[in-house]
Structures are given as C-alpha cells and as structure tokens.
C-alpha cells in the first residue's frame, strides 16, 4: 500500500523537479544555490521544524549540524539524512574515531537515512550502526535534459571531477596512447608538480559553462575512480549520458547501479589500465557503438533517471521511512 507523503521541510536544492517543489517546502527561494554555511541551513531548519512533519537534510554537514542542535536542545529530530557520505576508515586514528562514534549516534537519531547507491547501504549501517530498516537507496537523476551534443573534430576524451578521481590513471592512458587527446577538468588541488604529457589539456576550476562546453564537445568520458566505499561519479557521468556521450567509469559503490555494463557503458575493473584503454579503444575505434551506447544512456536518463523519476522515488522512500516511526 502506498504511504501518504508528509509534509516535508528540507535544505535540498532542487529547482529541476516542480515534483519535488511542490510537494516540499525549502529554507532557499527559486535560484539560490545552497550556499549557506552548514549551521546556518541547520540553524535556520530547526527554527521552522513545526511547519513540517519531517526534516530532510542534504549533505554531511547540515545533516550533522542540525542533528547536533536537536540533541543538545533534547528535541526529537524528525529527520532524514540524504547524502551522508561515509570517509575513508582511519581506525588508527582517536580523532577518526571520536568523530565517527558522534555521527553514529546522530545519525541513529534520526527517523532514516537515504543512500545514491545500494552499497553504501550496507557501509553506512556498518559504520553508524544504524538498522537497514531505517535506510533506502534512491538512485540519483540526471539536472540535464537528455539532447544529443555532436562530438568535436578531432576527437578527445575527457574525464572530470573532484571527488576520488583516479587522474593518474588518465596520465598512464594518455602516455599509453599519444596519438589521443585527452582533456582533464579537475580541483584546484589536482594533478600539482607532474609533468603532463603533451596530449593533456588540463582545465582546474572551470565555470559550469565551460565544463558542460567541453563535456559536450568530448568523443568519450573516461572516468576513472579511486577505490572507495562511498558513491562518487555520479553527477559527470549521468551528464554525460544525458548528452549521448559512452562513458567508460570504473566498477565502484557509485557507478555500477547506473551502468549497464556493454549497453549504456562500460565498466572497468578498479586499477586496471589494461581494461581501461580497451574500453576507450574500443568506442574510438567504432562510431556505431559509440552511438548506439550513447542512445541507450540516454534512454535511461530518459526513462528511469530524470529529474521527477528521483523525486517519486525520494518522495516514496521518506513516506515509508517516517511510516516506520
């Protein structure tokens, strides 16, 4: 049976959705970009918590903020957490562990947690100790409208991000194959002190007009990944289908409930050079694979991951997680 949606208060951003608009009220206006500071948006959710019958958080910091506030004023927290990113374990570390045993028990507060991936389902009950009733995976959409961009002459490659990008492994590809190029739009700490070979273009801090320019202008989007527990890649690659690119990504929490390996991308194996060229050989190599495989992406951002697809799911997940309580 389904649950009746309640009423929802949330920080998320998330203008791409009139489902999501108007079945929730935020803390921000039409526009604004959440760029508040983290104790602000909890401040400020914990101020208007009676306009709601539940709280939903977007990201680690507000989440933890606003939790923390409820539990030193001894309010019930009437909160779902949605994209709470575990860390890298450091189990030799106290101050690791001092942080870890705080999030655990804020996040056990809370009435449920929403992951972007299925694994980070188990990771997250792990580490926080938080019961798998009380988590739901919804998989994350497209902000883009699915539009086939034309790809650039000559043909290049491109890999993007900041978050446990595996750049190195793209140096190694690139001086594998310098007959390609290859573009790298990357943070401000990225790639510092190595020499590029001469087939790098590297672009750091880019303006979102400029990435999505050069996103769609790219032939592949190979994104490498470092190993991790917690879903990451998401958001270039789901751009990048939404665009008809084919995208080769490694095997990881936060690509394989996304891809279909050989259909709408490949997967590679975590470390492996080997896999990584052979995939990007073989779409450089085949222009009806490339788009054959950039329709089929596309048809999944169209049909399962469009902006009012996560919305429904989202909206479904918080109704039988505050059912629970």
Known sequence: MTQPVPTILTNMVFWQSPLWQAR??????????????????????????????????????????????CALLRRPPKQIMMEVFIDSAQPDSWRWRWKTAIYGYLAR????????????????????????????????????????????????????????????????????????????????????QVVLPDNVTLYREVDRTTYLDILGGATVVCLPLRPTERATGQVVML??????????????????????????????????????????????????RRETMGAAAQTYIRTAAAPDHYAKSALAAIAALTANE
């Open 24 to 69: 929730t009220r935020s803390i921000f206006v039409p526009g604004d970009t959440n760029d508040g500071s983290a104790w602000k948006q909890a401040w400020t959710l914990l101020r208007r918590r009676r306009e709601a019958d539940v709280v939903v958080t977007m990201g680690i910091r507000p989440s933890m903020a606003y939790a923390a506030l």
């Open 109 to 192: 507060r809370a009435t449920g947690l929403i992951t972007n991936s299925r694994r980070e389902v188990e990771t997250t009950a792990a580490r926080y100790r938080v019961p798998h009733a009380r988590l739901r995976f919804v998989p994350l959409c497209a902000t883009l409208l699915p539009e086939t961009v034309p790809a650039r002459t000559p043909a290049y490659i491109v890999s993007a991000g900041r978050t446990l990008r595996d750049y190195p492994a793209m140096l190694e590809l690139a001086k594998a194959r310098p007959d390609w190029a290859v573009k790298i739009i990357c943070g401000h700490n990225d790639l510092k």
């Open 239 to 288: 751009e990048a289908m939404a665009m008809g690119k084919p995208v080769v990504t490694t095997s990881s929490p936060g690509t394989v409930d996304y891809i279909r390996h050989g259909e709408t991308g490949y997967l590679t194996n975590p470390g492996s050079m080997a896999d990584l060229i052979q995939a990007c050989e073989g779409l450089l190599n085949n222009p009806s």
